[in-house]
Nanobody, 123 residues
């Protein structure tokens, strides 16, 4: 089993920045991909960014390209999501998830999910 815990959410004004952290524990050796998803009220869960655990290859949703950066620290078993130039439409609960596939945007391939952290961007 893999446990993931998100932190770093909060309230920020449009144009501001936040950095989210995702700490993983358990059988992280079997985790090949980490992803960030978000879900706003009344909307489906949306892919944000993903990173491969070993090589650090990344992939981003078009909506966040150039603004968000996903990174990792293998020693700390932690993945980060640096969010810059935030927009009100970025407001959502952000979830971290672990998969056994190195890079995927599909929720179906993520087996372990965190509880989420709220990000609110005011205009």
């Amino acid at each position: 089993q893999v446990q993931v815990v998100e932190s770093g959410g909060g309230l920020v004004q449009a144009g501001g920045s936040l950095r989210l952290s995702c700490a993983a524990s358990g059988r992280t050796y079997s985790t090949y991909g980490l992803g960030w998803f978000r879900q706003a009220p009344g909307k489906e869960r949306e892919f944000v960014a993903a990173i491969s655990w070993s090589a650090g290859d990344t992939y981003y949703a078009d909506s966040v390209k150039g603004r968000f950066t996903i990174s990792k620290d293998n020693a700390k078993a932690t993945v980060y999501l640096q969010m810059n130039r935030l927009k009100p439409e970025d407001t959502a609960v952000y979830y971290c998830a672990a998969s056994k596939i190195r890079l995927t945007t599909s929720t179906s391939y993520y087996d372990y999910w965190g509880q989420g952290t709220q990000v609110t961007v005011s205009s």
